[in-house]
Nanobody, 119 residues
């Protein structure tokens, strides 16, 4: 497991932008698949985006494609989530997660950061 520390959440108006950061420590960052999930009040946690270790391949939920961008800096052991054209329905607690490429589940989670989008 790795320790994950998120930052960058806040309050923004609809149409605005935010960038979330997640700093990892503990093991070889480039070996990990890094992801962002979110959980809105009364809803289950859902996948947002992921980035695969050395290849930097990315995947997105349909609801954020074209608006959100996940990126990583392996030298800084940090993954980012750039969120543009934010909508009120993007309001949620956003969690950073990590799993080794060979693992089946995400076993490291950050504490979460609140993103609130006002209409």
């Amino acid at each position: 497991q790795v320790q994950l520390d998120e930052s960058g959440g806040g309050l923004v108006q609809a149409g605005g932008s935010l960038r979330l950061s997640c700093a990892a420590s503990g093991r070889t960052f480039s070996n990990y698949i890094m992801a962002w999930f979110r959980q809105a009040p009364g809803k289950e946690r859902e996948f947002v985006a992921s980035s695969v270790g050395r290849t930097h391949r990315t995947y997105y939920a349909d609801s954020v494609k074209g608006r959100f961008t996940i990126s990583r800096d392996n030298a800084k052991s940090t993954v980012y989530l750039q969120m543009n054209s934010l909508k009120p329905e993007d309001t949620a607690v956003y969690y950073c997660a990590a799993r080794d490429i060979g693992a089946q589940v995400f076993d490291s989670w950050g504490q979460g950061t609140q993103v609130t989008v006002s209409s």
